[in-house]
């Protein structure tokens, strides 16, 4: 499990520095658990997140879910290349989270294959109640690469 996490943070750190789009919305992104085809992520939202309304933008999400599914496929065989966007729906579930509001995003590749990948995605807002984590889903999707 070590390599994994290792290979996945490295993954991460690399798309980062080399893509202006995921270092200009997933900068200060942690990955809080990382397993075989899972990987949980928690981002701080800013102003730079949010719509007019003040909800969570829904090209970011499609940023966070094009991110976070590639670290998701990775996490299964350690590959560096994750493939194309071929098909990603996107449900907004709820325009809850805003700016200051601290996002969970659980990216869980359902079968990888040789040229193929299917991976599905739930943003959550996480509110602390009496001493407990609670979470609204705000997006849910599935994205599929080739």
């Known amino acids: 499990e070590a390599q994994r996490i290792a290979h996945v943070n490295q993954l991460s750190a690399w798309l980062l520095q080399n ?64 493939g194309a966007s071929v098909d990603m729906h996107i449900s907004y579930l709820s325009s809850a989270a805003g700016a200051g509001d601290e996002v969970e995003i659980v990216a869980t590749a359902e079968k990888v294959g040789g040229s193929m990948a299917f991976v599905t995605i739930l943003i959550s807002k996480v509110d602390v109640v009496d001493g407990e984590e609670r979470r609204t889903i705000v997006t849910k999707g599935h994205h599929t690469k080739f």
């Open 19 to 82: 893509s202006t789009i995921y270092n200009i919305f997933l900068t200060g992104i942690t990955h809080t658990r990382i397993a075989r085809g899972s990987v949980t992520s928690r981002l701080t939202l800013t102003p730079a997140h949010v719509n007019s309304k003040g909800g969570l933008h829904g090209a970011v999400s499609a940023a966070f879910i094009d991110f976070t599914t590639g670290l998701a496929i990775a996490s299964v065989d350690l590959r560096d290349k994750t």
